[in-house]
Protein backbone atom coordinates (compact mmCIF):
# COMPACT_ATOMS: atom_id res chain seq x y z
CA UNK A 1 0.00 0.00 0.00
CA UNK A 2 1.41 3.32 -0.85
CA UNK A 3 1.58 6.21 1.56
CA UNK A 4 -0.88 8.58 1.66
CA UNK A 5 -1.02 11.57 -1.07
CA UNK A 6 -2.86 13.81 1.78
CA UNK A 7 -0.60 12.12 5.10
CA UNK A 8 3.06 11.69 3.27
CA UNK A 9 4.57 11.72 6.70
CA UNK A 10 2.48 8.95 7.68
CA UNK A 11 3.92 5.33 7.16
CA UNK A 12 1.42 3.13 5.53
CA UNK A 13 1.27 0.62 8.22
CA UNK A 14 0.71 3.71 10.66
CA UNK A 15 -2.67 5.19 9.76
CA UNK A 16 -4.37 3.21 12.52
CA UNK A 17 -3.62 5.16 15.30
CA UNK A 18 -4.95 8.33 13.67
CA UNK A 19 -7.92 6.55 12.71
CA UNK A 20 -8.70 5.37 16.36
CA UNK A 21 -8.67 8.74 17.71
CA UNK A 22 -11.16 9.89 14.58
CA UNK A 23 -13.25 7.14 16.15
CA UNK A 24 -12.85 8.28 19.10
CA UNK A 25 -14.30 11.52 18.49
CA UNK A 26 -16.72 9.97 16.53
CA UNK A 27 -17.98 8.26 19.80
CA UNK A 28 -17.89 10.99 21.75
CA UNK A 29 -19.78 13.59 19.60
CA UNK A 30 -22.70 11.02 18.98
CA UNK A 31 -23.05 10.19 22.57
CA UNK A 32 -23.18 13.88 23.10
CA UNK A 33 -25.35 14.32 20.71
CA UNK A 34 -28.05 11.64 21.29
CA UNK A 35 -27.82 12.42 25.52
CA UNK A 36 -30.24 15.49 24.67
CA UNK A 37 -32.24 14.79 21.79
CA UNK A 38 -34.50 12.39 23.07
CA UNK A 39 -35.45 14.45 26.05
CA UNK A 40 -36.14 17.44 23.60
CA UNK A 41 -39.75 17.40 23.76
CA UNK A 42 -39.46 17.37 27.87
CA UNK A 43 -36.66 20.47 27.44
CA UNK A 44 -39.51 22.17 25.61
CA UNK A 45 -41.87 22.00 28.27
CA UNK A 46 -39.54 22.97 30.87
CA UNK A 47 -39.44 26.39 28.60
CA UNK A 48 -43.41 27.13 28.67
CA UNK A 49 -44.66 25.12 25.95
CA UNK A 50 -47.16 23.04 28.44
CA UNK A 51 -49.26 21.80 25.84
CA UNK A 52 -48.07 18.17 24.82
CA UNK A 53 -49.70 18.20 21.09
CA UNK A 54 -48.05 21.55 21.13
CA UNK A 55 -44.88 20.43 22.38
CA UNK A 56 -44.97 17.60 20.13
CA UNK A 57 -45.36 20.20 17.31
CA UNK A 58 -42.73 22.01 18.22
CA UNK A 59 -39.82 19.03 19.33
CA UNK A 60 -40.90 17.86 15.39
CA UNK A 61 -40.09 20.92 14.14
CA UNK A 62 -36.75 21.36 16.18
CA UNK A 63 -35.40 17.79 15.41
CA UNK A 64 -36.19 18.47 11.72
CA UNK A 65 -34.44 21.67 11.25
CA UNK A 66 -31.27 21.08 12.74
CA UNK A 67 -31.22 18.48 10.03
CA UNK A 68 -32.52 20.44 6.76
CA UNK A 69 -30.03 23.04 7.73
CA UNK A 70 -26.89 20.67 7.90
CA UNK A 71 -28.31 19.17 4.74
CA UNK A 72 -28.32 22.86 3.38
CA UNK A 73 -24.60 23.86 4.67
CA UNK A 74 -22.57 19.88 3.80
CA UNK A 75 -21.46 20.70 0.41
CA UNK A 76 -20.11 24.34 1.54
CA UNK A 77 -18.44 22.51 3.97
CA UNK A 78 -17.01 19.41 1.82
CA UNK A 79 -16.04 22.09 -0.41
CA UNK A 80 -14.50 24.16 2.47
CA UNK A 81 -12.66 21.20 3.63
CA UNK A 82 -10.81 20.53 0.19
CA UNK A 83 -9.65 24.17 -0.12
CA UNK A 84 -8.88 24.73 3.54
CA UNK A 85 -7.92 20.59 5.10
CA UNK A 86 -10.08 18.38 6.14
CA UNK A 87 -8.84 18.36 9.70
CA UNK A 88 -9.40 21.64 9.72
CA UNK A 89 -12.98 21.19 8.99
CA UNK A 90 -13.90 18.33 11.88
CA UNK A 91 -12.00 20.28 14.45
CA UNK A 92 -14.54 23.59 12.88
CA UNK A 93 -17.50 21.24 12.80
CA UNK A 94 -16.91 20.02 16.55
CA UNK A 95 -16.66 23.61 17.93
CA UNK A 96 -19.31 24.73 15.93
CA UNK A 97 -21.72 21.72 17.72
CA UNK A 98 -20.20 22.08 21.24
CA UNK A 99 -20.40 26.03 21.22
CA UNK A 100 -24.03 26.18 19.63
CA UNK A 101 -25.06 23.10 22.06
CA UNK A 102 -23.60 25.55 24.97
CA UNK A 103 -25.99 28.09 24.17
CA UNK A 104 -28.80 25.74 23.89
CA UNK A 105 -28.28 25.01 27.74
CA UNK A 106 -29.64 28.86 28.09
CA UNK A 107 -32.46 28.76 25.39
CA UNK A 108 -34.72 31.60 27.15
CA UNK A 109 -37.61 30.17 25.17
CA UNK A 110 -38.92 27.55 22.02
CA UNK A 111 -37.83 30.72 19.86
CA UNK A 112 -34.59 30.83 20.98
CA UNK A 113 -34.09 26.92 20.62
CA UNK A 114 -35.31 27.54 17.31
CA UNK A 115 -32.74 30.35 16.43
CA UNK A 116 -29.73 27.97 17.83
CA UNK A 117 -30.97 24.56 16.37
CA UNK A 118 -30.77 26.16 12.90
CA UNK A 119 -27.33 27.30 13.56
CA UNK A 120 -26.45 24.33 15.44
CA UNK A 121 -27.61 22.56 11.66
CA UNK A 122 -25.59 25.29 9.72
CA UNK A 123 -22.37 25.03 12.13
CA UNK A 124 -22.14 21.22 12.49
CA UNK A 125 -21.70 18.86 9.88
CA UNK A 126 -19.40 16.94 11.94
CA UNK A 127 -20.16 13.49 10.79
CA UNK A 128 -19.69 14.33 6.95
CA UNK A 129 -16.12 16.12 7.87
CA UNK A 130 -14.74 13.47 10.12
CA UNK A 131 -16.14 11.20 7.41
CA UNK A 132 -14.32 12.93 4.72
CA UNK A 133 -10.74 13.13 6.63
CA UNK A 134 -11.17 9.03 7.53
CA UNK A 135 -11.66 8.74 4.01
CA UNK A 136 -8.51 10.37 3.34
CA UNK A 137 -6.48 8.89 5.49
CA UNK A 138 -7.21 5.08 5.41
CA UNK A 139 -5.73 3.56 2.16
CA UNK A 140 -8.34 2.80 -0.53
CA UNK A 141 -8.47 -1.13 0.21
CA UNK A 142 -9.33 -0.47 3.53
CA UNK A 143 -11.90 1.95 3.18
CA UNK A 144 -14.86 -0.66 3.67
CA UNK A 145 -13.43 -1.46 7.16
CA UNK A 146 -13.12 1.86 8.21
CA UNK A 147 -16.04 3.14 7.20
CA UNK A 148 -17.63 0.21 8.96
CA UNK A 149 -16.00 1.14 12.02
CA UNK A 150 -16.87 4.67 11.76
CA UNK A 151 -20.63 3.89 11.60
CA UNK A 152 -20.59 1.14 14.27
CA UNK A 153 -18.85 4.17 16.88
CA UNK A 154 -21.80 6.58 15.68
CA UNK A 155 -23.95 3.61 16.32
CA UNK A 156 -22.62 2.93 19.68
CA UNK A 157 -22.80 6.81 21.25
CA UNK A 158 -26.41 6.44 19.66
CA UNK A 159 -27.20 3.73 21.78
CA UNK A 160 -25.11 4.23 25.01
CA UNK A 161 -26.88 8.50 24.51
CA UNK A 162 -30.64 7.90 25.73
CA UNK A 163 -29.31 5.66 28.54
CA UNK A 164 -26.20 8.13 29.96
CA UNK A 165 -29.25 11.17 29.36
CA UNK A 166 -31.73 9.65 31.07
CA UNK A 167 -29.80 9.01 33.93
CA UNK A 168 -28.03 12.91 33.67
CA UNK A 169 -31.47 14.16 33.33
CA UNK A 170 -32.67 12.56 36.92
CA UNK A 171 -29.29 12.86 38.59
CA UNK A 172 -29.01 16.60 37.94
CA UNK A 173 -32.64 17.42 38.03
CA UNK A 174 -32.17 19.32 34.79
CA UNK A 175 -31.69 19.49 30.89
CA UNK A 176 -29.91 22.41 30.90
CA UNK A 177 -26.44 20.64 32.72
CA UNK A 178 -27.43 17.19 30.61
CA UNK A 179 -26.73 19.31 27.45
CA UNK A 180 -24.07 21.41 28.96
CA UNK A 181 -22.22 17.96 29.60
CA UNK A 182 -23.19 17.31 25.72
CA UNK A 183 -21.67 20.60 24.99
CA UNK A 184 -18.52 19.05 26.93
CA UNK A 185 -17.96 15.46 25.18
CA UNK A 186 -18.22 16.88 22.05
CA UNK A 187 -15.58 19.46 22.90
CA UNK A 188 -13.49 16.72 24.06
CA UNK A 189 -13.40 15.04 20.90
CA UNK A 190 -12.37 18.25 18.84
CA UNK A 191 -9.56 18.45 21.18
CA UNK A 192 -8.29 14.33 20.53
CA UNK A 193 -8.44 15.18 17.01
CA UNK A 194 -6.64 18.36 17.33
CA UNK A 195 -3.86 16.60 19.26
CA UNK A 196 -3.51 13.44 17.20
CA UNK A 197 -4.37 13.71 14.15
CA UNK A 198 -1.36 14.92 11.60
CA UNK A 199 -2.64 17.72 8.92
CA UNK A 200 -3.66 16.64 6.02
CA UNK A 201 -1.61 18.29 3.23
CA UNK A 202 -4.04 18.16 -0.55
CA UNK A 203 -2.52 19.89 -3.22
CA UNK A 204 -4.43 21.29 -5.89
CA UNK A 205 -3.57 19.31 -9.73
CA UNK A 206 -3.03 22.20 -12.25
CA UNK A 207 -5.91 22.05 -14.20
CA UNK A 208 -8.15 21.68 -11.31
CA UNK A 209 -10.52 24.59 -10.29
CA UNK A 210 -12.99 23.51 -7.01
CA UNK A 211 -16.42 24.84 -6.09
CA UNK A 212 -19.55 23.73 -5.19
CA UNK A 213 -21.02 23.55 -8.66
CA UNK A 214 -18.08 22.20 -10.04
CA UNK A 215 -18.40 19.46 -7.55
CA UNK A 216 -22.23 19.07 -8.00
CA UNK A 217 -21.60 18.39 -11.84
CA UNK A 218 -18.96 16.08 -10.78
CA UNK A 219 -21.11 13.94 -8.95
CA UNK A 220 -24.43 14.15 -11.55
CA UNK A 221 -21.84 13.36 -14.45
CA UNK A 222 -21.34 10.03 -12.58
CA UNK A 223 -23.74 7.28 -13.03
CA UNK A 224 -21.68 5.66 -9.67
CA UNK A 225 -21.83 8.67 -7.33
CA UNK A 226 -25.73 10.07 -8.56
CA UNK A 227 -27.08 6.46 -7.83
CA UNK A 228 -24.89 5.85 -4.46
CA UNK A 229 -25.68 9.63 -3.26
CA UNK A 230 -29.71 8.98 -4.24
CA UNK A 231 -29.55 5.37 -2.65
CA UNK A 232 -28.37 7.13 0.72
CA UNK A 233 -31.61 9.60 0.26
CA UNK A 234 -33.60 7.06 -0.37
CA UNK A 235 -32.51 4.85 2.42
CA UNK A 236 -32.96 7.69 4.76
CA UNK A 237 -36.53 8.34 3.91
CA UNK A 238 -37.83 4.86 4.52
CA UNK A 239 -35.90 4.34 7.64
CA UNK A 240 -36.67 7.38 9.38
CA UNK A 241 -40.05 6.95 7.92
CA UNK A 242 -40.67 4.52 10.57
CA UNK A 243 -39.97 6.59 13.51
CA UNK A 244 -42.97 7.99 14.23
CA UNK A 245 -44.94 5.05 14.42
CA UNK A 246 -42.86 2.02 15.97
CA UNK A 247 -44.30 2.90 19.45
CA UNK A 248 -47.63 2.88 18.50
CA UNK A 249 -47.74 -0.01 16.59
CA UNK A 250 -46.36 -1.73 19.62
CA UNK A 251 -49.11 -0.41 21.61
CA UNK A 252 -51.65 -1.51 19.02
CA UNK A 253 -50.31 -5.11 19.78
CA UNK A 254 -52.11 -5.61 23.03
CA UNK A 255 -49.25 -4.63 25.29
CA UNK A 256 -49.83 -3.64 28.22
CA UNK A 257 -49.71 0.20 28.51
CA UNK A 258 -47.05 0.66 31.71
CA UNK A 259 -44.57 -1.85 29.27
CA UNK A 260 -44.73 0.30 25.97
CA UNK A 261 -41.84 2.71 26.31
CA UNK A 262 -39.87 0.19 27.95
CA UNK A 263 -40.14 -2.64 24.90
CA UNK A 264 -40.24 0.26 22.67
CA UNK A 265 -36.51 1.42 23.93
CA UNK A 266 -35.59 -2.35 23.77
CA UNK A 267 -36.75 -2.89 20.26
CA UNK A 268 -34.83 0.43 19.11
CA UNK A 269 -32.03 -0.48 20.96
CA UNK A 270 -31.65 -3.86 19.55
CA UNK A 271 -31.92 -2.59 16.28
CA UNK A 272 -29.04 -0.10 16.94
CA UNK A 273 -27.14 -3.51 18.59
CA UNK A 274 -27.30 -4.97 15.10
CA UNK A 275 -26.84 -1.79 12.76
CA UNK A 276 -23.48 -1.66 15.20
CA UNK A 277 -22.58 -5.12 14.26
CA UNK A 278 -23.45 -5.24 10.64
CA UNK A 279 -21.49 -2.01 10.15
CA UNK A 280 -18.10 -3.57 11.64
CA UNK A 281 -18.62 -6.91 9.65
CA UNK A 282 -20.16 -5.89 6.41
CA UNK A 283 -17.48 -3.02 5.99
CA UNK A 284 -14.46 -5.50 6.05
CA UNK A 285 -16.53 -8.06 3.87
CA UNK A 286 -17.10 -5.21 1.35
CA UNK A 287 -12.59 -4.61 1.12
CA UNK A 288 -12.58 -8.49 0.18
CA UNK A 289 -15.87 -9.28 -2.04
CA UNK A 290 -16.43 -5.18 -2.88
CA UNK A 291 -19.07 -2.91 -1.85
CA UNK A 292 -21.31 -3.13 -3.99
CA UNK A 293 -22.41 -6.67 -3.98
CA UNK A 294 -22.85 -6.04 0.04
CA UNK A 295 -24.76 -3.18 -0.82
CA UNK A 296 -27.25 -4.84 -2.96
CA UNK A 297 -27.61 -7.87 -0.89
CA UNK A 298 -28.46 -5.21 2.21
CA UNK A 299 -30.83 -3.55 0.38
CA UNK A 300 -32.61 -6.40 -0.60
CA UNK A 301 -32.86 -7.92 2.79
CA UNK A 302 -33.73 -4.76 4.17
CA UNK A 303 -36.60 -4.73 1.98
CA UNK A 304 -37.93 -8.46 2.51
CA UNK A 305 -37.00 -7.39 6.02
CA UNK A 306 -39.66 -5.13 6.37
CA UNK A 307 -42.18 -6.78 4.29
CA UNK A 308 -43.74 -9.00 6.85
CA UNK A 309 -42.97 -6.24 10.15
CA UNK A 310 -46.45 -4.63 8.10
CA UNK A 311 -48.16 -7.96 9.12
CA UNK A 312 -46.92 -8.89 12.66
CA UNK A 313 -49.22 -9.97 15.68
CA UNK A 314 -46.50 -10.13 18.61
CA UNK A 315 -44.06 -8.17 19.78
CA UNK A 316 -41.41 -11.23 19.59
CA UNK A 317 -41.63 -11.71 16.09
CA UNK A 318 -41.39 -7.57 15.61
CA UNK A 319 -38.18 -7.67 17.81
CA UNK A 320 -36.83 -10.48 15.68
CA UNK A 321 -37.67 -9.25 12.49
CA UNK A 322 -35.87 -5.43 13.77
CA UNK A 323 -32.98 -7.56 14.75
CA UNK A 324 -32.17 -8.52 11.49
CA UNK A 325 -33.34 -5.26 9.70
CA UNK A 326 -30.64 -3.92 11.79
CA UNK A 327 -27.72 -6.44 10.11
CA UNK A 328 -28.52 -5.17 6.95
CA UNK A 329 -28.92 -1.39 7.89
CA UNK A 330 -25.68 -1.64 8.93
CA UNK A 331 -23.77 -2.37 5.97
CA UNK A 332 -26.08 -0.01 3.90
CA UNK A 333 -23.85 3.26 5.03
CA UNK A 334 -20.14 1.82 5.00
CA UNK A 335 -20.73 0.13 1.22
CA UNK A 336 -22.21 3.63 -0.36
CA UNK A 337 -19.34 5.84 1.71
CA UNK A 338 -16.82 3.81 0.38
CA UNK A 339 -18.02 3.65 -3.06
CA UNK A 340 -18.29 7.39 -2.99
CA UNK A 341 -15.04 7.94 -1.66
CA UNK A 342 -13.29 5.54 -4.06
CA UNK A 343 -15.39 7.32 -7.23
CA UNK A 344 -14.56 10.80 -5.65
CA UNK A 345 -10.45 11.79 -6.86
CA UNK A 346 -8.54 13.31 -3.63
CA UNK A 347 -8.82 16.86 -4.36
CA UNK A 348 -12.11 16.75 -4.34
CA UNK A 349 -13.22 14.19 -2.12
CA UNK A 350 -14.42 15.83 1.18
CA UNK A 351 -16.78 18.27 -1.14
CA UNK A 352 -18.23 14.88 -3.13
CA UNK A 353 -18.98 13.49 0.23
CA UNK A 354 -20.53 16.29 1.48
CA UNK A 355 -22.97 16.37 -1.52
CA UNK A 356 -23.12 12.81 -0.93
CA UNK A 357 -23.88 12.92 2.74
CA UNK A 358 -26.79 16.01 1.82
CA UNK A 359 -29.27 13.42 1.04
CA UNK A 360 -28.86 11.36 4.16
CA UNK A 361 -29.25 14.91 6.28
CA UNK A 362 -32.59 15.75 4.00
CA UNK A 363 -34.08 11.84 4.05
CA UNK A 364 -33.69 12.57 8.36
CA UNK A 365 -35.35 15.49 7.44
CA UNK A 366 -38.58 14.33 5.09
CA UNK A 367 -38.77 10.59 6.42
CA UNK A 368 -40.48 10.91 9.61
CA UNK A 369 -42.97 14.03 7.91
CA UNK A 370 -43.66 11.28 5.31
CA UNK A 371 -44.06 8.03 7.26
CA UNK A 372 -46.18 10.62 9.80
CA UNK A 373 -48.31 11.36 7.32
CA UNK A 374 -48.59 7.60 5.24
CA UNK A 375 -49.85 6.52 8.50
CA UNK A 376 -52.58 9.49 9.19
CA UNK A 377 -53.94 8.46 5.77
CA UNK A 378 -53.65 4.64 5.58
CA UNK A 379 -52.82 3.01 8.90
CA UNK A 380 -50.05 2.35 10.98
CA UNK A 381 -48.94 -0.66 8.95
CA UNK A 382 -48.68 0.84 6.17
CA UNK A 383 -45.31 3.15 6.44
CA UNK A 384 -43.36 -0.52 6.94
CA UNK A 385 -45.02 -1.37 3.35
CA UNK A 386 -43.78 1.98 1.98
CA UNK A 387 -40.29 1.44 3.23
CA UNK A 388 -39.75 -2.45 2.06
CA UNK A 389 -41.31 -0.75 -1.61
CA UNK A 390 -38.61 2.19 -1.61
CA UNK A 391 -35.64 0.08 -0.30
CA UNK A 392 -36.83 -2.59 -3.73
CA UNK A 393 -36.34 0.55 -5.84
CA UNK A 394 -32.99 1.52 -4.39
CA UNK A 395 -32.20 -2.45 -5.11
CA UNK A 396 -33.44 -1.92 -8.51
CA UNK A 397 -31.56 1.06 -9.10
CA UNK A 398 -28.37 -0.02 -7.86
CA UNK A 399 -28.87 -3.36 -10.07
CA UNK A 400 -29.16 -0.88 -12.86
CA UNK A 401 -26.62 1.90 -12.77
CA UNK A 402 -24.00 -0.16 -10.25
CA UNK A 403 -21.61 -1.91 -12.40
CA UNK A 404 -18.46 -2.99 -10.31
CA UNK A 405 -15.33 -1.56 -12.17
CA UNK A 406 -12.05 -2.80 -11.06
CA UNK A 407 -10.61 0.46 -11.19
CA UNK A 408 -13.49 2.19 -9.01
CA UNK A 409 -13.51 -0.69 -6.51
CA UNK A 410 -10.51 -2.74 -6.02
CA UNK A 411 -10.33 -5.58 -3.92
CA UNK A 412 -8.41 -6.36 -0.57
CA UNK A 413 -6.92 -10.12 -1.31
CA UNK A 414 -6.90 -12.13 1.49
CA UNK A 415 -3.53 -12.95 1.97
CA UNK A 416 -3.26 -8.72 2.61
CA UNK A 417 -5.94 -9.04 6.03
Known amino acids: MPKSEAFPEIEETSWKRPLWALLLMQFLAMLGMSQFLPFLPLYVQSLGVREAAEAASWSGL ?25 KRMVIRATLGSGLALCFMAYARDVNDLLILRILHGSLGGFVAANTALVATLVPELRLGYAMGALQSMTMLGLILGPFVGGFLVDWWGGFRYVILFSAMLVLVGALVVAVMVPDDKIRLKEG ?10 FVISSPMLLTASGIQF ?32 VIFGITGVTTLIGAFALGRHGDKRGAIPVLQGCLLGAALV ?37 GAPLERRAGVLGISFSGTLFGNALGPIIGGAVAGFAGLRAPFLLTAILLL ?25
Open 62 to 86: LFGIGFLFAGFMAPVWGYMADRWGR
Open 208 to 217: IHLSIFENLR
Open 234 to 265: VVQVALMGIQPVLALLIQELHVSERYVGSLTG
Open 306 to 342: YIPQGFVTGVLSLLLLRAALGFFVGGIQPATQSLVAR
Open 393 to 417: IAWGISRRYMVRREDMEPVLEETAL
